[in-house]
């Protein structure tokens, strides 16, 4: 396979770059070194980051390999032969630039003329740089005029988004500094798989384990995070509630909370005291069959314990009842006192590189920059002011990431211009979205390859790599730092800032748009931003370059920035207090029954990244996972009488897919995992729950029903 040649930006002569790994939200640092290989570079961990500092995972290690792969994009594309029908693909022919904006611009301008500007909608994505984010949500409301504009991080975070919003009066992902989990003496690890989705955070905890903590995994699955902890829970999906409870039920009835400050910074704990009065350990033990001695081991050692940190992740969080999931161990946090203390705090693991910006800056249907409700009268005339336009101007709030599919069934969006995400993989119930991007009049995709999603698409647009953008990120820590432009972009490629304002341009919008570089782009997000929650106000590239990074908000160019939120209490209701929440635990959306008897949930692997449009062509990464493989308990196994050399049907109400299976006794009996990162006939989301969390809008992909049927060599063979 031919590599596609890396020109240094700064300097041909440069032997040494500096960037930042391009996956998860832990964006460490990496040094790009030349060397005498076959790309001519090699990546080293970096020294100058103060995150996972001289340490990077094996996706980091080979992240040159997507970015010189033969299959990027070179050139604007124009698809010449209709969408995919059966095992067929789209035919493309490439353009020039300016034929190929002109085309996209004057089909707008027809579908807007004629269904109004709302038929044109924007899918973002969770790993673009803050200053594309921003200009992302700034073209659909200011370019589009339109309301329609979410993000794939609307499948990762929205929910932890939701909870911690409703519990503190803000969301800033991790609201404590990564270097203060080694402070902590009890550790809660719920729904997060770090050792394969942030590897580089496993470090921390690992120091922690040196100073005497006791670490806690609550997973389905025991996972390589398990495997460092004391104690591990092996809860069913969906249960999460009921045990959270079941552990604040143990620390109130027996006097283990801080009643000082529950009563000096918190509200609502005679509701919470009723709700959890039920899930007793006994009740929790009968419907979990985690054992009641440990539940009070957890809740006593956790209560008990002098400094203590709860982390999630999607494992609680992608499902209809993941903002309650949250806020039950928000609630927990809440009540023992641990928050804005040295060695305390809660904190979601963001999943993308940068899921954290990715919603401060506009991406998401209801919210402009600063993290600002589009909604509010005082938030639209702020940006509206720093955009030129009057607030009349600006649309109002539109729907969540999925459901823009449902308004391509209804007729009401004719068009979308996808950023960076490969939503046909991404999606749950994802046929259901395949059928309505064949609907579109006109689907754009920006993008370095052509992903799945893009063979509905009417044109592919050749965008830059992460090492071909300069640009600012903001880490799960809320850390906002600076990426250097390493390399400059392949063949036509361009970055997307300029995709974007070249296009609103022919938009006749332009004058909107008129930035010559990411660090304009910048200075006018920090004006935008100014006096919001997420308040990037005081921050400036020099800044950030200077000291590794600011935590926001930072309101001002004398403030050090905020690495531990909420000291003293002082959280960000209009009260100053906390709200703690009364937690009802409900059923998931979809439960099983005689025909589909299991739970499918779904996850990531070490090896790949979200929907692996990067790692599967990446061939050190694919080499270890080639293709997904289910897991099932043995006790399974034997119900449908697995034979070895077998694959496994998995059925659910939305369709049926066959994958290579593994029997493994770190599952739950009842539960099925699967991880997520391929297309096609690969593609656990065809089968995934598109239910909805009436909260957040998060699809249901951790919790739905399936039917396990073995296939035979023989069966598999014909």
Known sequence: MALLPLAAAASSKADRLYSHCCYCSMQCGMDLIRAENEIGWEVKASQLFPVATGRLCQKGLNALGHVVHSERLLSPMR????????????????????????????????????????????????????????????????????????????????????????????DRGLNVALDEIPKAKYIILTGTNMAECQPTMVPYLLEAKKQGAVIVTIDPRRTMTSKIADIHINLQPGFDSVFASGLMHVILEEGLYDKRFVEEHTNGLADVRKAVRPFSPDNVSHYTGIPMEVIRTVARGFAQAETGMIFTARGLEQQVNGVEHTLSYINLSLVTGKIGKPGCGFGPVTGQANGQGGREHGQKADQLPGYRLIEDPAARSHVSSVWGIEPEELPGKGVSAYELYGKIHDGEIKAMIVLGSNPLVSSPNSARVAEALKKLELLVIIDMFATETAEYAHWMLPSSSFLEAEGTLTNLEGRVFHRPKAFETPGEALEDYKIIGMLAEKLGRGQYFAFDSPEAIFEELRLASAGGIADYSGMSYARLKDEKGLFWPCPSPDHPGTPRMFEHGAFKHADGRAKLHAITPMKPAETTDREYPFILTTGRLGNHYLSGAQTRRTAALLKKAPVPVVEIHPHAAEQILLRPGDRLRLSTRRGSLVFDVKVTADIHPTSVFVPFHWGGEHSINVLTNDALSPISRMPEFKVCAVRLERVGQDAAEA
Not at 105 to 122: E, L
Request: glycine share 8%; hydrophobic share 40%.
């Open 79 to 170: 698809r010449i032969a209709p969408a995919p029908v059966g095992n067929a693909s789209a035919s493309w022919q490439s353009a020039s630039w300016n034929d190929a904006l002109e085309d996209i611009a004057v089909r707008i301008k027809a579908i807007q003329q004629k269904y109004g500007n709302d038929a044109v909608s924007v899918f973002g994505g969770g790993s673009l740089t803050n200053e594309v984010c921003y200009l992302l949500g700034k073209f659909a409301r200011v370019a589009l005029r339109s309301k329609y504009i979410d993000y794939n991080g609307r499948y990762c975070m929205s929910s932890a988004a939701a909870a911690q919003t409703r519990a503190f009066g803000v």
